[in-house]
């Protein structure tokens, strides 16, 4: 048994499959979803819905978090540590080495109150659930800086990759004057999480989108062993339907609407295949020319192999 929990942190970019990954692996009762912390205190000032029924600071999950960890804050309060966090994610996104000691202590030294409001945040998620692993697809590397930096567990990065093509016509469909912008997003990630790999305690892998599409209980089982939980019996149907339980979910906006509105209690996994029509061509071009060169490298095969998932 570890010291610490771990905390399986799923980076990459938007409309890559991270929300309905992130439920799957939280099935069992050592595995607790936490969904996009980094916007807990944004959700927490607006008070924003959710899963359960109720509103964030009402939530027995949430609510009870909050009051824990930070007693009698105010709507104020909250905005103010979230200044913090894009403050800190700001900075971090503007370094060149995350590897570096030096450059660690500098963040650390620099943004104090967050991360303590971060560690205190995780010490109470860890008290209060007993889960062995915390699962956040918040999809941010920047966050996930900050989480390892308050030491409270051992940080496990899941780099989840999708086709940029395919991120760029569903960006189409839910924000079309966003794409530009998605589609840098895609190639800064990438470089950062290829790049960011050697720094001291940190555990790094990468998933195919389409790996995860094409066996999601095979690839499930891979990444719960990685953390050295096992994939509970009865959570699949078939290779591909999924029994899911919402019991123990507690997901808020903006995680993705369509997964949150449905509470499907049964999901096939299976990847859309409409974005590869070829009237789609010139969104395409795009998103190649926006991500090269990491975009082009994943279409042809080239990504390197030896941090992915192992059988």
């Not at 980076?11 to 929300?19: A, C, D, L, M, V």
């Not at 780099?159 to 895609?186: E, F, H």
């Amino acid at each position: 048994m570890r010291d610490r929990p771990i905390g399986l942190m799923i980076s990459g970019s938007g409309r890559s499959g991270t929300t309905i990954l992130s439920i799957l692996l939280s099935q069992g009762e050592n595995v607790v979803n936490i969904g996009q912390l980094r916007d807990v205190w944004v959700g927490w000032a607006r008070d924003v819905p959710c899963t359960c029924g109720k509103s964030l600071t009402t939530c027995e999950f949430w609510g009870g978090i909050r009051a824990e960890a930070f007693p009698g804050q105010t709507a104020e309060e909250a905005d103010r540590i979230d200044a913090g966090r894009r403050a800190f994610m700001t900075e971090a996104a503007g370094l060149r080495d995350w590897n570096a000691p030096d450059t660690l202590a500098h963040l650390a030294q620099a943004h104090p109150g967050f991360l303590a409001a971060l560690a205190s945040l995780l010490k109470t998620l860890v008290s209060r659930t007993g889960a062995r692993v915390l699962v956040d697809s918040s999809k941010s590397p920047e966050f996930a800086l900050a989480c390892h930096l308050t030491g409270v567990a051992d940080l496990y990065v899941l780099n989840l990759i999708r086709d940029p093509r395919a991120v760029a016509c569903s960006w189409a469909k839910r924000k079309p004057r966003s794409i530009n912008q998605r589609l840098d997003a895609w190639g800064q990630r990438q470089r950062r999480l290829t790049g960011w790999q050697a720094a001291d305690g940190l555990h790094h892998r990468s998933l195919r989108y389409e790996d995860f599409t094409d066996t999601p209980q095979q690839t499930l089982s891979k990444v719960l062993d990685w953390v050295g939980e096992d994939l509970p019996s009865g959570v699949f149907e078939t290779d591909r339907k999924a029994r899911v339980s919402w019991a123990r979910q507690h997901l808020f906006p903006p995680s993705n609407e369509k997964v949150l509105a449905e509470l499907r209690t049964e999901v096939e996994v299976r990847a859309p295949s409409d974005w590869r029509a070829a009237r789609h061509w010139p969104l395409h071009l795009k998103a190649l020319m926006r991500s090269f060169p990491q975009g082009p490298a994943y279409v042809l095969g080239l990504d390197s192999p030896d941090r992915r998932l192992k059988s």
